[in-house]
């Protein structure tokens, strides 16, 4: 993916074709920036001086969306993607649905402090694009698609071994950065519940953590299947699954044992027979032997699913009692994207979330972002013949549909890195459907 000028005059293309041979960046650097930033930088620190707009993965995906758009303008029509993308339809008709609820919401007049909101979650939806588009657009090989999947993989389990860090000892090793000049570092970190410690890793909320990891877990199997292309693969997909399904059995959440499960079941139509059995059997004794290994927390787990719950069960059913109070005023187009506060009402729901929003169409855009994700993935899933793409969009389709029951269960868009992560896998399943369709670049 690069940037050019066909009609330049002619020293400054041959200037630009030396700077090109000597810095070419691409779609897998841009996004390996993109998934250190979400990642590895706590989504709880920001940028002063930005304030709820510095955080630097928002800033990054910014970036790719503006490089996207000039990319788009400058290409050529050989360097355009000839196949129909439905995420892209889906994508920006959520974009434009969003855009019209703002405008309806400024029309009939809005509180000042849900104005700067309406315009910053805008700028959070522009940033989470940025990643897709470019991922959609930019990786063009098997390779290209198979090396993110990788990072993610990688990135996971680190995850996941940072949060068995911090539910082993019970601090969140992050306090340091409230020193560092320049930057502002929200509330979080480890959150207790009963006896255990629920870990969050780099994230502000468990939850968020735990969306990371049941995304990150299908693709740990897909490369642990394809040691080959990917350097040290089965290794590194081996263990980094290990560990993500150590720390979703030890996040004491029921939200991350439904994804978790999700994951596994959504993953297994992927896997030939004989490694069903072993996925299952391995994550069977995974849970046994978490259970026996920590006191106390096999109880603590049988009660979080037990009718009575606890109060965020309770705070969840009140919640969808009064959903048809705030969706009365606008049930179409919602009453604007990020103008529902918690000063109104706290939602554990991306879902329900989405329809106050931005209504019944806001909510069908959104759903078919996850929708039209799965399907692309499925169907280039059935034509390939490429057995590591097969594999790889089966994971990419779990890893969605994972991230959608989750979403169910808190209210995700809000948190950044739950966020990033679901529209970097929709990016991906559209890249493997050019791939796979035969996209002449990727051939």
Known sequence: MTLTRAGAPESIRQYGVEIGRRFRPDAVALLTVYLVLLLAVPSSVSLTALGSLGRPSLLWGLFLFGLWGLWRIQAGSDDLVKIRQPVRLAFFALCAIALVSLAAGLLRGQPPDQVSPAFTSLLRLASWGGPLLVAMDGLRTVDGVMTIVRRIA??????????????????????????????????GGVIVRGLFTRASGTSIHPLEHATALCAALPLTIAVALHPRRARGGGLVGVGSALLIALGSVLAV?????????????ATLPGLPRRLRRIVIAGCAVIAVGAGIAVPGL????????????????KSRTDALARVPEFVASSPVYGIGFGTFLPRY???????????????????LAFASLFVTAVSSTVR???????????????????????????????????????????????????AVRAVALGEPAGR
Not at 253 to 265: P, W
Not at 345 to 363: K, Q, R, S, T, V
Not at 386 to 399: H, N, T
């Open 298 to 313: 096999l109880g603590t787990m049988v009660g979080l699913f037990s009718p009575s719950g606890d109060a965020s069960t």
């Open 380 to 430: 280039a899933s059935l034509i390939t013949t490429d057995r590591q793409l097969r594999v790889a969009g089966i994971a990419l389709a779990a890893s969605v549909m994972a991230v959608a029951v989750v979403f169910a269960f808190f209210d995700g868009l809000a948190f950044p890195i739950a966020a990033g992560m679901a529209f970097l896998l929709f990016g991906l399943c559209s």
């Open 345 to 363: 009402y706290i939602l554990d729901d991306a879902w329900l979330l989405m329809l106050i929003e931005l209504g019944i169409l806001g909510l």
């Open 253 to 265: 959440s029921r939200s991350a044992i439904i994804g978790f499960g999700v994951a596994v079941i």
């Open 154 to 187: 990688v990135a996971g389990g680190l995850l996941a071994a940072f949060g068995l860090v911090q539910f082993l000892t019970g601090q969140s090793w992050l306090g340091w950065l409230s020193s560092v000049p320049g930057v502002t570092v929200d509330s």
